[in-house]
């Protein structure tokens, strides 16, 4: 029995930070995503509910060192040496942590992939 090709592995993906997200970092480099809350729904929700036209995603200390290095050329993979080197033991398990991170981001549309 022939099997088909193994599925692409996911932290040999190349995350792209979408350019309508706008962010910044503090003085202790803890990274804070702008989110522009659009649509129907959310323009309501602004009016009836008072909800802010812009929400302020405030990342955790390891999510603030990996968003800067999403640049479209590293690969989720590139990313975790120097996450290790940074956070030591904090960091582990390492990968199994980024591709958590990854899923997260890309479930909100936070992150998009480079494709070739």
Same mark, same amino acid.
């Given at each position: 029995?022939? @099997?088909?090709? %193994?599925?692409?592995?996911?932290?040999?993906?190349? %995350?792209?930070?979408?350019?309508?997200?706008?962010?910044?970092?503090?003085?202790?480099?803890?990274?804070?995503?702008?989110?522009?809350?659009?649509?129907?729904?959310?323009?309501?929700?602004?009016?009836?509910?008072?909800?802010?036209?812009?929400?302020?995603?405030?990342?955790?200390?390891?999510?603030?060192?990996?968003? %800067?290095?999403?640049?479209?050329? #590293?690969?989720?993979?590139?990313?975790?040496? %120097?996450?290790?080197? @940074? *956070?030591?033991?904090?960091?582990?398990?390492?990968?199994?942590?980024?591709?958590? *991170?990854?899923?997260?981001?890309?479930?909100?549309? *936070?992150?998009?992939? #480079?494709?070739?």
């Amino acid at each position: 029995m022939k @099997h088909n090709q %193994p599925e692409e592995n996911y932290l040999e993906r190349c %995350p792209v930070r979408p350019e309508w997200i706008a962010w910044s970092a503090d003085e202790n480099g803890i990274v804070t995503l702008d989110i522009e809350n659009k649509g129907l729904a959310n323009r309501l929700a602004q009016k009836l509910l008072k909800k802010p036209k812009v929400s302020h995603i405030h990342l955790d200390e390891i999510g603030s060192f990996v968003w %800067p290095m999403i640049d479209g050329k #590293k690969t989720i993979m590139d990313m975790g040496e %120097p996450m290790e080197e @940074h *956070f030591g033991d904090l960091a582990k398990p390492t990968y199994e942590r980024l591709a958590k *991170f990854f899923q997260i981001l890309e479930s909100y549309g *936070f992150v998009e992939w #480079k494709t070739e």
